[in-house]
């Protein structure tokens, strides 16, 4: 009996638990699927959401000659995540055998690839004593120098000169800061604190020291290897186009400038191994072979598709040194597009010449006077950023002195202060030498194109046509009826709805953002609401301009000629949109417009200035960072736009057939933005910086 009465109860247990299985089963298979561990690094805040310093203060420091600069650090969106990648999803198997290196042929099951990736700020932060300009404060390189909250992680990163005798380091331009652990969501980090060596900047009396802190907002990409091209098939049919949009206007509209170029579906200048049509797997930061037959080099398809070539192809070979970054070391890259909100940061700690050489018009330009801007007939395309209060120019006094002598005395000009009001939105019209001079105000520097796909596609096996959230589609691109509409110009939480599309928008090009409605009024709510209200102005931070219309065809938009174009009587939003305008709390990668690693709109909104391969000028890059000055690194030797290549396109590309620039591998767009001037191409080119790791 005693066996039977305890078995009933083991019995009716085991019924009971086979019954919640197969309940659990049921309701699995009916909910929706969970999410995948790292899926955090595709998602945002839904709205502006930029690093927020606050409550920045002086205090002692148990040291002489430093100071600790306390301050709380917080962001809305935040994650730190690890996941594991089969590594048969990282390998690629060759089309022919005889391009199959060793380690290419065959998956034999190795375990699978680990990775870890988050998003931290990088902060640092500037001073000035009275009467003396803005610097750059020296932070202490030891870690344990700096105040952490708990939660928190932290990295210095130096300076590249190397350590004094003596020396723990050298110097601290700026920390790192980030989760120490995995999770997602806000950061609120109180307590946060900064040693600065004030001593070392001739500073004896903090209490005079004006201090301001910056924060910016990077992602950090692992060590590792990946693809360069994508293997996307060239197009046998492939013809000279001329330039579409006629003299006087194809410097704007046509990237090519001049009479034409080779135009196809193809990718232009895709990376190659070799001269065949495959990507090539970098694998190390040792030099490299550019051009030649040998898949082991880094070809270019002969230059196809450019009409300004490159100095190497399968007949002529160049050598790419081991200084270049070629994106398999560990890096940080901005998450979004510098916004005008951090640019007027910067030019707010210029000098009045510095700020000359990245404004037009002057500094000394009446207060109200819209700055950054470009002529041409695109220029009322989204700027806000204004001179607040204008420069005083250089002037000469008669003064007496106290001997009783009079002399002349020459006041220097004091530098203009700017406003936005548009601070969180991406900042169009900047050039070559402002990335540069941003670079090495920040103590960043400028990304490489190889960082740049490495940025874009991650370690897996590319996919032909992709953009950089891993796909060949821009989404609603191919609903003829469909078109983007912005909502909330100018606020936290401007966005873009899909007017009669299907789910989620995810590139700004002028495909997407440009097309005008195909009705000729509202049907409802949605329609009823235009991109931007009619009585906007200059003033709002906001352009309007009438667009030439677009005739759809089955081969893609083509342009119309402007003198027999019907001009769109809809005002229309024109311009670059807010940062990480399409991360929302619940978007995945593609809906996002996310890279691999969570980083925002590398395919469309501005283009991204990177140094190139492709000339001697950008090969002479050594990857160095900036000193805090707004002045180059001696060891770039970018002397001027040669050396840069744009990639991944902007809201001004033109129709289908450059709606392939902004695939994650294709290389047509040379930019020549170093002169003096704002280059016509500058207004839809944007700024985006990297950082090594620190190791």
Not at 10 to 24: D, G, S, Y
Not at 469 to 496: C, F, L, M, Q, S
Not at 568 to 597: C, D, I, K
């Amino acid at each position: 009996m005693k066996i039977k009465t305890s078995r009933c109860p083991i019995a009716a247990r085991a019924f009971l638990a086979w019954v919640a299985r197969a309940v659990a089963m049921l309701a699995s298979l009916s909910a929706p699927a969970a999410d995948k561990p790292a899926d955090a690094r595709f998602r945002g805040s839904g709205k502006a959401d930029p690093i927020r310093i606050e409550n920045v203060r002086l205090a002692d420091s148990p040291a002489a000659g430093q100071s600790a600069i306390a301050l709380d650090l917080a962001w809305d969106h935040s994650w730190r995540e690890a996941w594991e990648v089969p590594e048969q999803e990282c390998v690629l198997f060759y089309p022919h055998e005889m391009y199959n290196r060793p380690q290419d042929q065959k998956w034999q099951g190795k375990p699978p690839l680990k990775l870890e990736n988050w998003d931290a700020a990088w902060v640092f932060a500037k001073f000035r004593v009275p009467g003396g300009q803005w610097r750059h404060a020296t932070l202490s390189p030891i870690v344990s120098d700096h105040g952490k909250p708990a939660g928190a992680a932290l990295d210095v990163g130096l300076d590249d000169n190397p350590a004094p005798d003596g020396a723990a380091a050298g110097r601290g331009l700026g920390v790192f800061v980030y989760r120490d652990s995995i999770g997602s969501g806000p950061n609120a980090w109180k307590g946060f604190s900064l040693r600065w060596l004030r001593g070392a900047d001739g500073v004896s009396d903090p209490a005079a020291a004006e201090i301001r802190v910056f924060g910016i907002k990077m992602v950090y990409v692992p060590k590792g290897a990946f693809w360069a091209g994508d293997g996307a098939v060239p197009d046998p049919g492939a013809k000279f186009l001329p330039d579409p949009t006629g003299p006087g206007v194809g410097g704007e509209h046509w990237p090519l400038r001049g009479t034409g170029a080779w135009r196809t579906w193809d990718i232009c200048a895709q990376f190659q191994a070799g001269d065949t049509s495959n990507p090539l797997r970098i694998e190390s930061e040792d030099a490299l072979t550019l051009g030649g037959t040998s898949v082991a080099n880094l070809g270019n398809h002969n230059s196809w598709g450019l009409q300004l070539g490159e100095d190497f192809s399968s007949w002529v070979t160049q050598q790419l040194p081991a200084e270049f970054p070629k994106g398999v070391a560990a890096f940080y890259c901005m998450r979004a597009e510098l916004t005008e909100g951090q640019y007027v940061d910067f030019l707010n700690t210029l000098t009045y010449e510095q700020q000359k050489a990245h404004t037009t018009p002057p500094p000394e330009a009446p207060a109200g006077t819209r700055s950054l801007c470009n002529g041409g007939r695109m220029q009322r395309c989204r700027n806000s950023i204004a001179i607040a209060v204008s420069s005083t120019t250089r002037v000469e006094e008669r003064v007496t002195r106290s001997d009783g002598v009079v002399a002349t005395v020459t006041r220097p000009n004091t530098p203009a202060v700017y406003r936005t009001e548009a601070p969180d939105a991406a900042c169009g019209h900047i050039i070559s030498k402002d990335v540069v001079a941003y670079a090495g105000w920040a103590g960043l520097r400028p990304m490489t194109e190889l960082e740049y796909e490495k940025a874009c596609r991650g370690p897996v096996r590319p996919v032909p046509d992709e953009y950089a959230w891993g796909d060949k589609n821009v989404a609603n691109d191919n609903e003829p009826a469909a078109w983007y509409e912005v909502r909330n110009i100018g606020k936290p939480d401007e966005h873009v709805v899909c007017v009669r599309g299907k789910g989620s928008c995810n590139a700004v090009w002028w495909g997407t953002l440009g097309r005008p409605p195909r009705v000729t009024g509202p049907t409802d709510a949605d329609e009823a609401a235009t991109n931007l209200d009619v009585e906007a102005a200059l003033d709002d931070g906001v352009g309007r301009m009438k667009r030439p219309a677009i005739k759809e065809a089955q081969s893609g938009d083509e342009l119309i000629g402007e003198e027999t174009a019907e001009t769109n009587e809809t005002t229309q939003f024109f311009g670059p949109l807010r940062a990480e305008v399409f991360a929302g709390p619940h978007s995945m990668r593609a809906s996002a417009g996310a890279s691999y690693w969570g980083i925002l709109e590398m395919s469309g909104n501005l283009w991204e200035q990177t140094i190139t391969v492709g000339s001697k000028a950008g090969r002479r890059f050594e990857g160095t960072h900036g000193n805090g000055t707004p002045e180059p690194s001696p060891s770039w030797h970018l002397p001027d736009g040669r050396a840069f290549r744009l990639r991944g396109g902007g809201f001004g590309s033109w129709g289908d057939k450059q709606k392939q620039m902004l695939r994650a591998s294709d290389r047509a767009a040379y930019f020549g933005g170093g002169g003096d001037g704002r280059a016509e191409g500058g207004k839809t080119v944007g700024l985006r910086c990297v950082r090594t790791a620190p190791q």
